[in-house]
């Protein structure tokens, strides 16, 4: 399978003109993911038997198909009449984002548009975690909740609760979808949050929550 290189597929995007028009007027860069394929996978039991962290990575590029396996897996769109998704959330809030770090740059995945979208041009890997195999492994999520969705009358320590749940569920399908696919995994909470929400340009209302690492093993 070819590996997949996001600078190539995002420049492509934009030269083909599948660029949206940004907020600011400014070309938006959009890279539209393969369609997910919901057939394949080992069967739940065994996959549950073989999940477990890794904390070892190859600098292997994800394939685009793979990535965008994971992403749904993680947090795609499964019902799409109501626009829920693979992992549950409190009161239906959806209020955790999957952004995704690459060596390419910063991207949010959006579910509903099974694409993703540029956010910082810049290799963010190694501010998304306090351990060393961020910087090189290929890909780290970071799921990140905005409070900004969440009902207004709940107290912060609802909101904080409920969004630290959402995020443990959309980690555990990314554990599963790793150990169904042979690709090594960890979720991290040791995370420098005031450095990386910079970084990552966050709005007040958007708190980090975990991060993840995702790869092949080493040969
Ligand atoms: C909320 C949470 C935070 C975690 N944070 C880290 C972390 O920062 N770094 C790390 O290497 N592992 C982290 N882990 C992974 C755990 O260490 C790991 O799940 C545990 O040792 C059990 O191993 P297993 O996942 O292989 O069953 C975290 C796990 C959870 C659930």
């Known amino acids: 399978m070819p590996t997949f290189n996001l600078l190539a597929v995002t420049l492509a995007a934009t030269l083909l003109g599948s660029a949206a028009p940004g907020a600011a007027g400014a070309a938006e860069t959009i890279i539209t993911l393969p369609r997910p394929d919901m057939n394949g996978g080992k069967p739940l039991m065994q996959t549950l038997k073989e999940r477990h962290s890794e904390r070892e990575f190859s600098a292997e590029s994800l394939p685009l198909p793979v990535l965008a396996n994971l992403l749904w897996a993680a947090a795609g769109i499964n019902r799409p009449q109501s626009g829920k998704r693979t992992a549950p959330s409190a009161k239906g809030w959806a209020e955790i984002d999957v952004y995704v770090a690459t060596t390419d740059g910063l991207y949010i995945y959006d579910g509903m548009a099974h694409a993703l979208r540029l956010v910082v041009a810049k290799d963010l890997r190694a501010l998304t975690g306090r351990q060393d195999f961020v910087g090189h492994a290929p890909v780290n999520l970071v799921y990140v909740a905005d409070y900004g969705r969440m009902d207004d009358e709940s107290s912060v320590a609802d909101k904080q609760f409920y969004a630290a749940a959402d995020a443990g569920f959309i980690a555990q399908n990314v554990y599963l979808y790793c150990a169904s696919q042979g690709l090594a995994t960890v979720v991290r909470g040791s ?14 209302s958007q708190h980090i929550q975990l991060a993840q690492t995702v790869g092949y093993p080493p040969k």
Do not use: F
């Open 191 to 204: 995370v420098d949050r005031e450095v990386l929400g910079r970084a990552m340009q966050l709005k007040p």
